[in-house]
């Protein structure tokens, strides 16, 4: 038996063209993707993923809530000067307990506080100070935060938020889209939007009108749970 006849035939018939090679179901990226059971498996590159915000359960409006701030640079300064400060006390402690002279601060401290009445100045705008940043600190622990995100409408498991700069841009390109609208400015609050525009023909009083009936369809394409009041101001641009 020759050469030829026992090598497998790898040439189509007339074509004159290898066969490409066919790929089985289990090869198949794609199949064998979907197909996949849900577990990981090594060497296989994961799908992408992306953390939500969950919502709270038993919230009948959808998730209309502000989103809530984690305060962390606030959190980590109080924590830094707790640490210090206990630290530095615990450490004197620890000198007095071991039979070593403790720190003269601590001795001058107790010496001045002492003697010291209670409506002096210093006393005084202590205690103020403490109380200020102890107000500070309970605004921060009782607001949301995150003045920047609009709260949208969302899914049962998910929070969706818009930010203000987005917003005002998708309400800019409606405006602009107004015949004889100029220029556009718009300022995004989260309770009121202000709109100023300038129009360079046409009746002003119309274009206000096709204005505030764009904005108001923009605004509502946003899918915001507590869509701002609008406030539209058109005029003639200044003549130089």
């Given at each position: 038996?020759?050469?030829d ?7 189509r018939?007339?074509?004159?063209e ?8 289990s090869d198949?990226p794609v199949?064998?993707?979907d197909a996949?059971d849900?577990?990981e ?5 994961q799908?992408?993923?992306t953390s939500?915000?969950?919502?709270q359960q038993?919230r009948p409006d959808?998730g209309?809530?502000r989103?809530?701030?984690v ?5 980590l300064?109080v924590g830094?000067?707790?640490l ?5 006390l ?6 007095v307990r ?8 601590r001795?001058?401290l ?7 009445r209670l409506?002096?100045?210093?006393v005084?705008v202590c205690?103020?100070a403490?109380v200020?940043?102890?107000l500070?600190l309970l605004?921060?622990a009782l607001t949301?935060?995150?003045r ?5 409408h969302?899914?049962p498991?998910?929070?969706a938020?818009?930010?203000r ?10 405006a ?5 609208v100029?220029?556009?400015?718009v ?6 939007v202000r709109v100023?525009?300038?129009?360079h023909?046409r009746?002003?009083?119309?274009v206000r009108a096709?204005t505030e009936e764009?904005?108001?369809?923009g605004m509502?394409s946003?899918?915001?749970?507590r ?5 539209v ?6 003549k130089?």
């Open positions: 038996m020759s050469e006849a026992t090598r497998p035939e790898a040439v018939a007339g074509a004159g290898p066969e490409p090679p066919r790929l089985s179901k198949d199949t064998a993707h996949d849900g577990r498996h090594p060497g296989r590159e799908p992408p993923t939500y915000q969950r919502l038993g959808d209309g809530g989103f809530w701030s305060r962390r640079a606030p959190a300064i830094l000067l707790l210090a400060g206990t630290a530095l615990l450490y004197d402690v620890a000198l071991t039979g070593r002279r403790g720190g003269a601060w001795r001058e107790a010496a001045d506080l002492a003697t010291r409506d002096d100045p210093v005084v205690a103020a403490a200020l940043l102890g500070w605004v921060l949301p935060g995150l920047n995100l609009l709260t949208m969302g899914e498991d998910l929070r938020g818009l930010e700069g987005a917003a005002a841009l998708v309400l800019r390109d409606r602009m889209e107004v015949p004889g100029r220029s556009v400015r300022s995004v609050r989260r309770r009121r100023r525009a300038e129009s023909f009746d002003v009083d119309t096709e764009a904005l108001a369809d509502a946003l899918g915001l749970t869509p701002p009041r609008l406030a101001q058109v005029r003639r641009p200044v130089r």
